[in-house]
């Protein structure tokens, strides 16, 4: 079936397999290999297919908290956003005041994230934990309470190891 391009309504859109650029992606050194580009040979408009996008951003992010060295801003930014938080929300989560983040982020003046920082996007990217309600979570953990020993009993089967409902 042939189709038509969105933009020009004239021309007839020509598929082939391409390496592009992702950089709608925020991170300017990604290359998607293979993908299918539709193109029009009368306005020149191109359309990517990029199958399994979330999938996609996935494996982005955990190959960016597993890189070494800190984070550049663009980094940042997309980590950000891969747990789908505004500028507000990070600094709330992160306890700190959204004029940091925006430095964090910043092109042309980063600050670096302290490693603490750093570490705790990381982790939180790492099990893709969207924490919903920071305060209520930072409520249950009581910080500053004396610490407690917890006992735990943990049972084998053939599925293998889970935290017994006795605990």
């Not at 050194?29 to 539709?38: G, I, K, M, S």
């Not at 507000?88 to 964090?104: E, G, Y």
């Not at 996007?121 to 953990?141: G, P, S």
Request: charged share 25%; proline share 7%.
């Amino acid at each position: 079936m042939k189709m038509l391009c969105p933009d020009c309504k004239k021309g007839e859109l020509a598929a082939s397999r391409e390496n592009i650029r992702y950089e709608e992606s925020g991170l300017p050194y990604v290359t998607l290999r293979d993908v299918e580009v539709l193109r029009c040979p009368e306005c020149g408009n191109q359309l990517v297919t990029i199958p399994k996008l979330a999938q996609l951003h996935r494996l982005l992010a955990l190959t960016l908290i597993r890189k070494p060295g800190s984070l550049l801003p663009y980094e940042i930014t997309f980590l950000r956003k891969s747990l789908g938080w505004s500028k507000a929300d990070f600094a709330r989560k992160l306890h700190v005041r959204p004029s940091q983040v925006s430095r964090w982020e910043s092109e042309s003046a980063p600050v670096p994230m302290s490693p603490s920082n750093e570490l705790l996007l990381r982790t939180l990217v790492a099990v893709d934990q969207r924490v919903e309600n920071y305060m209520e979570e930072m409520d249950r953990i009581e910080l500053g309470a004396a610490p407690q020993p917890q006992m735990l009993a943990v049972d084998h089967d053939e599925q293998g190891w889970h935290m017994s409902r006795a605990a």
